[in-house]
């Protein structure tokens, strides 16, 4: 009984929200089972925007956000094709594929993504360059309960991790809005300016829970 309490209390002080500003979770280590899960009380959702910082030197295939559904254990995806050299984009289980990025090992890379449900149209900002729009899939608003995770994606919801397509490097500055930024906004989350945080998502009051190996550590950019 001491022990389920003493679990129980360390999940939830883990789960508390946190102000993660200069600071990134560093994954060390390729595996099945170590990720974040980022947690909200946002249960539906008619647009979106997410935003994220990655640093890694993987040459293979990795997950970079991952959110799964009941009904869709990729409802939004942003995965690396290293194949292809494609950004894919999955919207409700559907593949869009995102060609011409500069994706260079061993630097910061900045990824915005948003979502429409009225237009269903999606779009990835790259380090602050926008990408074509493309159409996904129709549809209406996306229903929760929401997993998020980072470091693995799901083939479940909320497990089905496949050591194959997981993360390792760093990650920071995790935002996610429930409407489409402006391109303003979006440079300005970009440039590391003044910016509105996000209201789904937000790494300067974060609640999330880590599981096996994952560390939370001071940002680490490059000295000009």
Same mark, same amino acid.
């Given at each position: 009984? !001491? @022990?389920? $309490?003493?679990?129980?209390?360390? %999940? /939830?002080?883990?789960?508390?929200? &946190?102000?993660?500003?200069?600071?990134?979770?560093?994954?060390?280590?390729?595996?099945?089972?170590?990720?974040?899960?980022?947690?909200?009380?946002?249960?539906?959702?008619?647009?979106?925007?997410?935003?994220?910082?990655?640093?890694?030197?993987?040459?293979?295939?990795?997950?970079?956000?991952?959110?799964?559904?009941?009904?869709?254990?990729?409802?939004?995806?942003?995965?690396?094709?290293?194949?292809?050299?494609?950004?894919?984009?999955?919207?409700?289980?559907?593949?869009?594929?995102?060609?011409?990025?500069?994706? !260079? @090992?061993? $630097?910061?890379?900045?990824?915005? %993504? /948003?979502?429409?449900?009225?237009? &269903?149209?999606?779009?990835?900002?790259?380090?602050?360059?926008?990408?074509?729009?493309?159409?996904?899939?129709?549809?209406?608003?996306?229903?929760?309960?929401?997993?998020?995770?980072?470091?693995?994606?799901?083939?479940?919801?909320?497990?089905?991790?496949?050591?194959?397509?997981?993360?390792?490097?760093?990650?920071?500055?995790?935002?996610?809005?429930?409407?489409?930024?402006?391109?303003?906004?979006?440079?300005?989350?970009?440039?590391?300016?003044?910016?509105?945080?996000?209201?789904?998502?937000?790494?300067?009051?974060?609640?999330?829970?880590t599981f096996d190996r994952v560390l939370v550590?001071?940002?680490?950019?490059?000295?000009?």
């Amino acid at each position: 009984m !001491k @022990l389920l $309490m003493l679990l129980v209390l360390l %999940t /939830t002080c883990t789960a508390s929200p &946190q102000d993660l500003s200069g600071k990134m979770f560093t994954f060390p280590l390729k595996t099945n089972n170590a990720h974040v899960r980022l947690l909200t009380s946002v249960d539906s959702l008619s647009a979106f925007t997410v935003c994220h910082r990655s640093f890694t030197d993987l040459k293979k295939d990795h997950l970079l956000f991952s959110m799964a559904t009941l009904s869709n254990p990729n409802a939004f995806l942003t995965f690396w094709d290293a194949t292809n050299k494609e950004m894919e984009v999955h919207i409700r289980d559907r593949t869009t594929d995102m060609a011409g990025l500069d994706y !260079k @090992l061993n $630097m910061w890379h900045s990824i915005c %993504t /948003t979502w429409d449900s009225t237009s &269903q149209l999606v779009q990835l900002w790259f380090d602050g360059k926008p990408l074509v729009k493309k159409f996904t899939t129709t549809g209406t608003r996306m229903q929760g309960p929401f997993i998020i995770i980072l470091g693995q994606e799901q083939d479940s919801h909320g497990g089905g991790f496949d050591i194959n397509q997981s993360f390792v490097g760093m990650m920071s500055d995790v935002h996610m809005w429930d409407y489409t930024l402006s391109a303003c906004e979006i440079h300005n989350y970009m440039d590391d300016l003044n910016f509105t945080p996000g209201n789904v998502l937000n790494w300067r009051a974060l609640e999330f829970q880590t599981f096996d190996r994952v560390l939370v550590e001071k940002e680490q950019m490059t000295c000009q």
